[in-house]
Nanobody
């Protein structure tokens, strides 16, 4: 597993914004999807947003129209801009990537690229 490094988490009040960053060691993968996941306390991992090499994006219904995923290929960084945050967005956020993950195939249980996570806490 290739280790990614997330940053940008923190504590904010409801309605606030945060931008998460995920640094890849070397170039971002040219095949497959990359994206952000979250896992709240006692909850299962949830795919939040994803992007492919062509910048095609997908979002979960719970974050659509509030979160924006993007990437900087020159700097090998994946971003997640989170706006209008809600208490239910509180979770550990992870970034990941895998060539087996496609528009037609869900991400595997263990992704080839995976980070250590960054905590996001939203207070009401």
């Amino acid at each position: 597993q290739v280790q990614l490094v997330e940053s940008g988490g923190g504590s904010v009040q409801a309605g606030g914004s945060l931008r998460l960053s995920c640094a890849f060691p070397g170039s971002t993968p040219k095949r497959g999807w990359m994206g952000w996941f979250r896992q709240g306390s006692g909850k299962e991992r949830e795919e939040v947003a994803a992007i492919d090499a062509s910048d095609r994006t997908t979002y979960s219904d719970s974050v659509k129209d509030r979160f924006i995923i993007s990437k900087d290929n020159a700097k090998n960084i994946l971003f997640l801009k989170m706006n209008s945050l809600k208490p239910e967005d509180s979770a550990m956020y992870y970034c990941g990537a895998d060539s087996r993950w496609s528009y037609f195939s869900s991400p595997p249980a263990e992704l080839t690229y995976w980070g250590q996570g960054t905590q996001v806490t939203v207070s009401s």
